[in-house]
T-cell receptor, first 114, second 113 residues
């Protein structure tokens, strides 16, 4: 009963380093997404995917890359980390792209960039 | 464009008090409306939703009614418990946002025994 699994849970990076946040879901969901959560700002969509091989930008895509080679996995890559990317990151998935479906969230990954 | 406005927190109540967290939205057409809850150290989870005007979503004693005339989706609970302490997010999804969720800033709720 795994649901949405994110790794790592915590990470500290130095400015300019790169890293990948992993996200996997075992519910055969078409739709997957990455959000960042910052105090007082709610959740902001970084990138999303409506199926394997299809990705699109959200509200705040700069500095991040994604790919969707399988239905299960949706990694988020930080190309050259900056202090402004210090945040809590959530991966979320949904059965399909409809606007009424429930989003299932991972437990989050807390990233600090020094 | 679409937007969601929630009352600022934190909201602090005593156990068994009545809860209202206000949420208003801006959108064209008929978006779907959601409340998500985030317990400490966890990801968000769906609390309730409503997909058309006058629908009432309910779950775990919480209720919210989709009011198109006032563009509101206020969250209510008759008697809160300490275990309800969490951050509550109002969100909408509609045609204008290409069916992506638009989120409010979140309201932190603290229930004291």
């Amino acid at each position: 009963n795994a649901g949405v699994t994110q790794t790592p849970k915590f990470q500290v990076l130095k400015t300019g380093q790169s890293m990948t946040l992993q996200c996997a879901q075992d519910m055969n969901h078409e739709y997957m997404s990455w959000y960042r959560q910052d105090p007082g700002m709610g959740l902001r969509l970084i990138h999303y995917s409506v199926g394997a091989g299809i990705t699109d930008q959200g509200e705040v895509p700069n500095g991040y890359n994604v790919s969707r080679s399988t239905t299960e996995d949706f990694p988020l890559r930080l190309l050259s980390a900056a202090p402004s990317q210090t945040s809590v990151y959530f991966c979320a998935s949904r059965f399909d792209r409809s606007n009424t479906g429930e989003l299932f969230f991972g437990e989050g990954s807390r990233l600090t960039v020094l | 464009g679409n937007s969601v406005t929630q009352m600022e927190g934190p909201v602090t109540l005593s156990e068994e008090a009545f809860l209202t967290i206000n949420c208003t939205y801006t959108a064209t057409g008929y978006p779907s409306l959601f409340w998500y809850v985030q317990y400490p150290g966890e990801g968000l989870q769906l609390l309730l939703k409503a997909t058309k005007a006058d629908d009432k979503g309910s779950n775990k004693g919480f209720e919210a009614t989709y009011r198109k005339e006032t563009t509101s989706f206020h969250l209510e609970k008759g008697s809160v418990q300490v275990s309800d302490s969490a951050v509550y997010f109002c969100a909408l999804s509609g045609m204008d946002s290409n069916y992506q969720l638009i989120w409010g800033a979140g309201t932190k709720l603290i229930i004291k025994p």
